[in-house]
């Protein structure tokens, strides 16, 4: 491999001079820069990334974790993380986590050792003391999705209206016995939009029932017979709100095969507005989350606080930000 010091003989200068001219450091004359930039392309001299990383202390390198990019909501996310840290000239590493706490405490620690400059986390869970442990070290952190309080700089939607106003629509088309699709409790989304739901009834003066909760047991693919439990119990809603859209798909496919029209005999209504949302039959009325903007406006202030820390020496505030949100109305509601 071509070394900096072979650059600098064949340029005729010092090694500190060749790195000046590549640092873009304006000490050097306009002649020898000149010189050493036609000797790099001349040998085709490839900087050490790991080496620039160890001097500056800093990878120009983040990472994103999420739960599974088998989600639909996250590849919406991580395009808008990955293009606007590409404009920043940042690289973005991808992390699964798949719900496990101690697979996001693996990534933390190897990331770190590698001078990852920064986290942004999807995929906190509420035992998750290790990304608040980060924070509080001075490590900038940016969570989006799942977010628990205002300590650490987040964006996201205000997951209880998103629900409250799903409801309400449904509400308003004259459902009275709208059943919903509870995602894991412990994650703070889902609780919030159930209450969101609880809130709508409420106001509504509609009587809160518990045998029209269908609450999640393994995974989302559990919706199928849980919704067809449902039917088969007799508890048969008028309108089912689901906590996520790949929620919605399931019921909706639980609600064919037991031979019910959508929306003539059940309306059905998700949150997200993934990609599918719009091309499955009939197409799913939701509550869109700007999903891109969610994942371009974390990077943003993930790069702030990185760039805030190299001036000062400390991260800045933290801020939450809330995105708004907005019905979609297809044709799975009535």
């Excluded at 983040?62 to 590409?86: C, H, W, Y």
């Excluded at 939607?157 to 709208?178: C, M, P, S, V, W």
Aim: charged fraction near 25%.
């Amino acid at each position: 491999m071509v070394s900096l010091k072979d650059v600098a003989e064949h340029a005729g200068v010092s090694p500190s001079t060749v790195s000046r001219v590549l640092s873009e450091k304006p000490v050097v004359n306009e002649n020898t820069r000149i010189r050493v930039m036609d000797a790099v392309r001349f040998l085709d001299y490839k900087p050490n990334e790991l080496a620039k990383s160890l001097k500056l202390g800093r990878s120009n390198t983040i990472a994103l974790m999420v739960p599974s990019i088998q989600n639909m909501i996250f590849p919406a996310i991580t395009r808008g993380v990955e293009d606007t840290a590409k404009k920043a000239g940042y690289t973005v590493i991808l992390c699964n986590t798949d719900e496990d706490v101690e697979e996001e405490k693996r990534y933390i620690t190897r990331l770190r050792t590698r001078f990852i400059d920064g986290f942004i986390v999807a995929s906190m869970l509420p035992g998750s003391d290790h990304i608040r442990k980060l924070w509080r070290e001075g490590f900038p952190v940016v969570l989006t999705c799942r977010i628990y309080d205002d300590s650490i700089d987040a964006v996201g939607i205000d997951n209880e209206t998103a629900a409250f106003e799903a409801t309400q629509y449904l509400i308003r088309g004259g459902h009275k016995k709208i059943a919903f699709a509870l995602g894991r409790e412990e994650i703070p989304l889902y609780r919030d939009r159930f209450a969101g739901y609880r809130r709508a009834l409420d106001s509504a003066g509609l009587p809160y029932d518990e045998e029209l909760v269908i609450r999640e047991t393994i995974g989302t693919g559990s919706f199928y017979f849980l919704t067809q439990n449902l039917i088969k119990r007799g508890t048969r809603p008028d309108a089912i709100l689901a906590s996520s859209d790949p929620k919605a798909f399931v019921v909706m496919r639980a609600l064919h095969d037991a031979g019910l029209s959508i929306p003539d005999d059940v309306s059905v209504m998700g949150i997200d507005n993934v990609e599918t949302s719009s091309q499955i039959e009939p197409p799913l009325s939701t509550v869109a989350q700007p999903l891109y903007e969610i994942g371009a406006l974390a990077a943003s202030k993930l790069i702030r606080q990185i760039q805030h820390k190299e001036k000062t020496g400390k991260l800045a505030p933290a801020q939450v930000d809330i995105l708004k949100t907005d019905l979609i109305i297809r044709k799975s509601t009535r």
